[in-house]
């Protein structure tokens, strides 16, 4: 059973390009949460999503960021017009249902922006 | 949400020296959980503990929690170099919210040979 994939693993990007991350959960995991971690900090929640549905997106900022999870296919979480702030790595993790009590991680995907 | 502390932020030690981490907040812990990374990849759970005064133990890895449910401490016998990386506490959220997961703001591990 595969882990968590994610790619890119690095992504550089240009101040106002579009930055697309991609996020395949585990077999079975219908669960989807993104979390981003700037260098030398922990990790902070972004959005939480299940098939088709964005459950608690609350730790997303407002304005450029975009996530879905679509019947098919991975999860994606959309940065549009990114700025330097933005730079920091994006991890997701995947769970079976809300109740369970682990998540699983994937490598994450460490976006540069110029 | 709560905020929780980590402290030390950065340890270095020699390889067969013991360590401690520790984990705090001024409200009590639903449960709380310590996961280790290591250098490109993501967070690796290693435990979850729920009672106040639990002790676990995993191989040469000693976890408390606080008989209050407050604080968290982390201790690894004989360090190895295998055991550098950043150490991280994380409370789980409500279940019926979702589960999202609170971290602190971890402890970089550098275990020199």
């Known amino acids: 059973n595969a882990g968590v994939m994610q790619n890119p693993r690095h992504l550089v990007r240009r101040r106002g390009q579009e930055a697309r991350l991609r996020c395949s959960p585990m077999?079975?995991?219908?669960?989807v949460y993104w979390y981003r971690q700037l260098p030398e900090e922990g990790l902070k929640f972004m959005v939480y999503l299940q098939k088709e549905n964005i459950i608690d997106e609350s730790g997303m900022p407002k304005e450029r960021f975009s996530a879905e999870f679509p019947k098919e296919g991975p999860s994606i979480l959309r940065i549009q017009q990114v700025v330097r702030g933005d730079s920091a790595a994006y991890f997701c993790?995947?769970?079976?249902?809300?109740?369970?009590?682990?998540?699983?991680f994937g490598p994450g995907t460490r976006l540069t922006v110029l | 949400t709560q905020l929780l502390e980590q402290s030390p932020q950065f340890l270095s030690i020699q390889e067969g020296e013991n360590l401690t981490v520790y984990c705090n907040s001024s409200s009590v812990f639903s449960s709380l959980q310590w996961y280790r990374q290591e250098p490109g990849e993501g967070p690796v759970l290693l435990v979850t503990?729920?009672?106040?005064?639990e002790v676990k133990k995993l191989k040469r890895l000693t976890f408390q929690f606080g008989d209050a449910r407050k604080d968290s401490s982390l201790h690894i016998t004989a360090a190895q170099p295998g055991d550098t990386g950043l150490y991280l506490c994380?409370?789980?959220?409500?279940?019926?919210?979702?589960?999202?997961?609170?971290f602190g703001g971890g402890t970089r591990v550098l275990v020199k040979p």
């Open positions: 077999k079975g995991h219908s669960h």
């Open positions: 994380a409370e789980p959220g409500v279940k019926a919210a979702g589960n999202k997961l609170t």
């Open positions: 993790a995947s769970s079976p249902d809300f109740s369970y009590n682990e998540q699983f």
């Open positions: 503990v729920v009672t106040g005064g």
